[in-house]
C-alpha cells in the first residue's frame, strides 16, 4: 500500500486564480512533512516543513502558504497564481534523516 | 554556508562503464548525506546514503565515498545499464535541521 497520496496529479490553472495541493500519509505516526518545489529540469527547493500538527516552518518565501490541520495531512495553497508557480510539486516525509516523496503533483499556470 | 556544489551537471558514460558524481559541501556540521535517483516524470527516489562517522558505503553495484576534511562526498556507479540513465542529486544535511540542502542535479546518459 503506498504511504504518501498527493492530488490532485495535474493541474492546469490560470494566472491570478487560487490553488490548494494536498498530501497525505498513511501509517505513520507523527511524521515529519516537507513540501518541494521543482522546476521542469532543475532541481529541488524545499518550501516548507512540518514536525508537528498545526506547526508550519517556511524556508523559501514563494507566494506559498502551507497548513498541517491533521497529523496525517498536509497543505500547500495560495490565493493568486503567478506564472512562476509553474513546475513539478512534491510532498515528503520523514521519521528520521531519510526523506521519501509522493508521487508530485505537476502544475502548469496559463 | 548552506550550499551544495554538484558535478558535473551532465555525464556521458559508455554501458558497462563506471560513472562517479562528486558534491562538495559548506557546513562542516553535516551529518547526513543522501543520493536520489530521478527518472523522468517520476519522483525522486532515496538509492543510497551515509552519516558522517562513515567514510564508504556500498549497496548494490552503488558505493558512496565520504571525505569530511575536504567537505566532499561521491556517488560511483559501477557497471553501468540502461536503466542508471536519470537525474541524480545529492544533499546534505545536520541531524538537528529539517533542511536537506540540495545540489543542483547530474544527469547521467549510459550510451550503448
Known amino acids: 500500500a503506498q504511504t504518501i497520496h498527493q492530488w490532485p496529479v495535474a493541474e492546469i490553472k490560470a494566472v491570478g486564480s487560487p490553488l490548494s495541493l494536498g498530501c497525505t500519509i498513511k501509517?505513520?505516526?507523527?511524521?515529519?512533512l516537507y513540501w518541494y518545489w521543482q522546476a521542469t529540469g532543475g532541481t529541488l527547493q524545499q518550501l516548507f516543513y512540518?514536525?508537528?500538527?498545526?506547526?508550519v516552518e517556511s524556508v523559501v518565501q514563494l507566494n506559498l502558504s502551507a497548513s498541517r490541520p491533521k497529523d496525517d495531512q498536509f497543505i500547500l495553497s495560495t490565493e493568486k497564481l503567478l506564472l512562476s508557480h509553474s513546475g513539478f510539486y512534491l510532498c515528503?516525509?520523514?521519521?528520521?534523516?531519510?526523506?521519501?516523496f509522493g508521487p508530485g503533483t505537476r502544475l502548469t499556470v496559463l | 554556508g548552506e550550499q551544495v556544489e554538484q558535478l558535473p551537471s551532465i555525464l556521458r558514460v559508455q554501458e558497462g562503464s563506471s560513472a562517479s558524481i562528486n558534491c562538495t559541501y559548506e557546513?562542516?556540521?553535516?551529518?547526513?548525506f543522501p543520493w536520489y535517483k530521478q527518472e523522468p516524470g517520476e519522483n525522486p527516489k532515496l538509492i543510497i546514503d551515509i552519516r558522517s562517522n562513515m567514510e564508504r558505503k556500498q549497496t548494490q553495484g552503488l558505493i558512496v565515498l565520504l571525505d569530511k576534511k575536504a567537505k566532499r562526498f561521491s556517488l560511483h556507479i559501477t557497471d553501468t545499464q540502461p536503466g542508471d540513465s536519470a537525474m541524480y542529486f545529492c544533499a546534505a544535511s545536520v541531524d538537528s535541521n529539517y533542511q536537506l540542502i540540495w545540489g543542483s542535479g547530474t544527469k547521467l546518459i549510459i550510451k550503448p
Open positions: 557546513n562542516s556540521a553535516s551529518n547526513y
Open positions: 512540518s514536525i508537528t500538527v498545526g506547526q
Open positions: 501509517g505513520k505516526s507523527s511524521p515529519n
Open positions: 515528503a516525509w520523514s521519521l528520521g534523516n531519510e526523506q521519501y
